[in-house]
């Protein structure tokens, strides 16, 4: 298995080199110290796999769906310190195969890349209980649902987006444009049909990480 480890720390690379240069199936083709270099390290060299840490600095979850855009057949292992779960589902469905935390035991890191090899899916226990304790099944997450392709949203969707970020219901977003409650309940259900989410959070996350608000302004409201 062709890998390549994808942090911005140094010293967290040489730590993973040395863990899984141990392991005569896993042969390390690169190290990339930001998204730009991942990218070029994957176009020169034939990868399997990417272990990254998408949080360290240079990086972006952006990188991922850029990269799969490109090599779909490459599996990415996740390899973060602690996330919110909510965090975890998006890198998910972003692209990422397995999950595990920088504080897991050497032997949790190697399982993680030699079952993504082998076509699995491989997630420590502090990642699963931080999952499960969101009340979220990882059987039920929408992978299918996410696309290369850029969205399309109209000035009227981006508007109802930003005030369900801010924590508007329907009701008040719809007092606010002058427009009936039903009508705004149609503009939800068709503006996360075309995010891919399910609820309310998943709007919230597409506004924040498109600067539509700012993350210290929205709070996650209850489903509507």
Request: include cysteine; glycine fraction near 4%; proline fraction near 3%.
């Amino acid at each position: 298995m062709r890998l390549v480890l994808a942090d911005s720390n140094e010293i967290v690379r040489i730590g993973l080199r040395t863990v899984l240069s141990s392991e005569r199936a896993i042969e390390i083709v690169g190290e990339a110290r930001s998204s730009v270099e991942l990218l070029e390290i994957v176009k020169n060299f034939p990868t399997d796999l990417v272990m990254i840490d998408y949080t360290s600095a240079q990086f972006s979850i952006d990188v991922i769906p850029q990269l799969l855009q490109k090599y779909p057949s490459i599996k990415i292992v996740a390899i973060t310190p602690e996330q919110s779960a909510q965090t975890l589902v998006n890198a998910l469905r972003s692209g990422v195969k397995s999950y595990v935390k920088k504080d897991c035991d050497s032997m949790e890191i190697i399982n993680s890349v030699k079952e993504t090899g082998r076509g699995n899916k491989f997630f420590c226990g502090q990642i699963l209980e931080t999952i499960r304790d969101a009340s979220i099944d990882v059987n039920d997450i929408d992978f299918d649902s996410f696309s290369c392709e850029p969205i399309s949203l109209s000035e009227r969707e981006l508007e109802i987006i930003t005030l369900i970020a801010e924590g508007l219901t329907n009701n008040q977003i719809a007092d606010h444009l002058f427009l009936s409650a039903h009508t705004i309940n149609t503009h939800r259900k068709n503006i996360m049909a075309k995010l891919g989410v399910k609820n309310t959070a998943g709007i919230v996350m597409y506004a924040v990480k498109t600067n539509l608000v700012s993350p210290n302004k929205f709070l996650f409201a209850a489903d509507v």
